[in-house]
Nanobody, 123 residues
Framework: VQLVESGGGLVQPGGSLRLSCEAF????????IGWFRQAPGKEREGVSL????????RYSDSAKGRFTTTRNNPGNIVYLDMNMLQPEDTAVYYC?????????????????WGQGTQVTVSS
């Protein structure tokens, strides 16, 4: 059972990136997939939630209007499209899976985590 993130990198302010979160060893159906991030010296925070049972989404205030989370058709990959990136978005981004579908940013609900992917926004 594993989640693998990809797509991080260096981008200029105002730019865009797409992160991917792929599941290995289990099926995503009925899970809630969360994206979280941790900036240097700060606590990890929730960015977005996607319910794979009904495609409901939720975003943090900092992500609203700029980030979008979606899934591919088979449902084994979840994406985080990030637009209008700013230096304060610099962080390690993690995806995580909540098997029971609580649909909150409470990290204790997420039992499976990816290894993280670095996003750096800098000119």
């Amino acid at each position: 059972v594993q989640l693998v993130e990809s797509g991080g990198g260096l981008v200029q302010p105002g730019g865009s990136l797409r992160l991917s979160c792929e599941a290995f060893g289990f099926f995503f159906h009925d899970y809630v997939i969360g994206w979280f991030r941790q900036a240097p010296g700060k606590e990890r925070e929730g960015v977005s939630l996607l319910s794979l049972s009904d495609n409901s989404v939720r975003y943090s205030d900092s992500a609203k209007g700029r980030f979008t989370t979606t899934r591919n058709n088979p449902g084994n990959i979840v994406y985080l499209d990030m637009n209008m990136l700013q230096p304060e978005d610099t962080a390690v981004y993690y995806c995580a899976a909540d098997r029971y579908g609580y649909f909150t940013f409470d990290e204790t609900n997420f039992r499976t985590w990816g290894q993280g992917t670095q996003v750096t926004v800098s000119s």
